[in-house]
């Protein structure tokens, strides 16, 4: 979710000053037609009581729009014509503001921030810290959202054959089945709290729902690790991240099996994985790299053909000409 310059700079500043922060636990909500939906924003500060909560959208290749802000009181809003349309509140006790959406419309479809002001900053006195956005998606009442739309995961392990050859291997976690389209993939080391270089594939429409697949290749000095691929979606079981456990290479030779794992406060709840072990990753990389340079050869043999038909016409229309001249 790309965040507006300005917001990614006030991010970046709060997060430099370490206690003072917006975070919105949500990176997307969906909400039927008509109906209504809860944006929250969990607000660090000093003394939220006395801090204003602003709420803003964006819409894609649109400015930032201000929403309102609340202080104290509720604070409905007239938008779109419609009264009471939304609605910002504050809850102290918790020190989170909410955004309440009616009357849901799929103009509506926006990423809504939240952000309040701090007078932490030198220069002009005050700046205003973004959360990290919540995407708003409106589906139409006969959509149906009952069942199981959380990522399911299909786990391919690093190939004997990568690791022998290129002293390296290649763990990839395939998501499919889920909506919305809204997901956040991202790689750590068991145990470890930094998030690790991986690459991210496209999101992928299949039927009604979507797909996506990340992987992280690791060198030979960090085969012995355990990894995570920690998957953050609207409708994980319970609102809680996925953390789909890879094991070390050493591990996986001796054919560990693997399982899906949620936070200690959950850790009754395990959901078998589906697991593709042997040369299956180094088979779909290979699929993937083949189809790029079919398209590339098929690309480049159309060039040809126009080069060649262009040819043909130019020399026929110059001939045509010369012989009405004469």
Known sequence: MALPEAILFSSLWAFGLGQLKSEQPEISVTGVRDKSVV???KVSSQDFSKEYIHWYRHKPNQGMEHLGYVETAPAPKILGGKKNKIEARKDVRTSTSTLNIRFLEKEDEATYYCAWRSNHCDSSGWIK???GGTKLIVTLPDRSLDGDMSPKPTIFLPSIDE???HEA???????EKFFPDVIKVYWKEKNGNRVLESQQGNIIKTNDTYMKFSWLTVTKKSMDNELLCIVKHENNKRGIDQEILFPSIENNKRGIDQEILFPSINKEVTT???????????QLQLTNTCACYTYLLLLLKSLVYFVIISFCVCRRTAVCGHGKSS
């Open 39 to 41: 944006i929250s924003c």
């Open 129 to 131: 810290i973004f959360g």
């Open 163 to 165: 690791i022998n050859l």
């Open 169 to 175: 291997g290649t763990h990839l976690c395939l998501l």
């Open 272 to 282: 078998p994985a589906c697991v593709k072990k042997g040369s299956d990753s180094l």
